[in-house]
């Protein structure tokens, strides 16, 4: 028993106690960490809070990328924002030619839908459309003082010309000047109303005369090649009565036709159903 005594006094020596300061701040730090695991959670929580900020952090660099506006620090370059392409056709479409391809397809003609619509191009006015214009108006203003002073005999006191004869020009330069005739019109208007005065026979036998001597003035202009088909209208005489020829087969008898719409007015309904007037009843009134 005294060997082993004194073989565990030398052993018990060699290990030596801790101090209890020790021993108490060890036992902190365990209470320390049981702590922590028990508060799991909370960690958890402080753990996907960072995850957010990460994340947010990400959508802000992804968002200066596609904006093409981030930078670096100072002294290092910016990057070049991307290059964006739109596909979008820039040219404006033509609304003129969309009305005109929309009453092409509402016409009641097949030949209107076959055409192309042409947009319609607008005139820009040169130096040539001023000049046309201008002369335009000085031809208005030549054709009057012809028609008014150079070929009136009323105007003209140099020209030999008899009081009857003085006499129908002012009364035709008048007629004119009224409105009742037409430029250059207003004479021959004048010898018309006197040429009506006259008897049947000698009236016939005038204007038998004057159409002899228009056909040979329109003989003569076309031997010396001044005629034109548009000039027709200044060989041919005013007194001739325009009769216009009736289509037959091609017309409407009754009515007109308007815009696709036959328009008949009461009268022409009261004659096809054989009611040419009002018929007035014989009420109310007192018998005798």
């Not at 018990?12 to 320390?32: I, V």
């Not at 203003?141 to 004869?165: C, F, I």
């Not at 005629?227 to 009736?246: A, C, M, N, Q």
């Not at 815009?259 to 009261?270: F, M, N």
């Amino acid at each position: 028993m005294l060997m082993a005594s004194n073989f565990s006094r030398p052993f018990q020596n060699h290990l030596t106690q801790p101090e209890p300061d020790e021993f108490e701040s060890h036992k902190e730090e365990e209470e320390d960490d049981s702590q922590e695991s028990e508060w799991g959670g909370i960690n958890d929580s402080s753990d996907i809070s960072e995850g957010s900020e990460d994340d947010s952090t990400f959508d802000e660099n992804d968002d200066e990328f596609v904006a093409g506006s981030s930078t670096s620090n100072a002294g290092y370059s910016t990057t070049t924002a991307p290059s964006v392409v739109v596909f979008a056709d820039p040219t404006k479409k033509d609304v003129r030619s969309d009305i005109s391809q929309k009453k092409s397809f509402m016409s009641s003609k097949i030949s209107k839908l076959s055409q192309n619509a042409q947009p319609q191009k607008t005139k820009t006015i040169t130096e040539d459309d001023e000049e046309e214009r201008t002369n335009l108006q000085n031809d208005a203003l030549l054709h009057k003082l012809v028609h008014t002073k150079l070929l009136s005999g009323s105007l003209n006191p140099e020209l030999d010309l008899t009081p009857a004869q003085r006499r129908k020009a002012l009364s035709g330069r008048i007629m004119e000047l009224t409105g009742d005739a037409r430029l250059g019109r207003g004479e021959k208007s004048v010898k018309e109303a006197e040429r009506n005065k006259h008897s049947k026979r000698v009236r016939e036998g005038l204007v038998a005369k004057e159409k002899e001597r228009q056909k040979a003035r329109l003989e003569e202009a076309k031997n010396l090649g001044t005629y034109h088909p548009s000039l027709k209208k200044l060989f041919d005489s005013d007194s001739e009565p325009k009769v216009k020829k009736r289509q037959r087969g091609l017309q409407m008898g009754v009515g007109k036709f308007r815009s696709g719409v036959l328009q008949l007015s009461r009268h022409e309904i009261g004659s096809i159903h054989g009611h040419t007037g009002t018929s007035k009843s014989s009420r109310g009134r007192k018998r005798r």
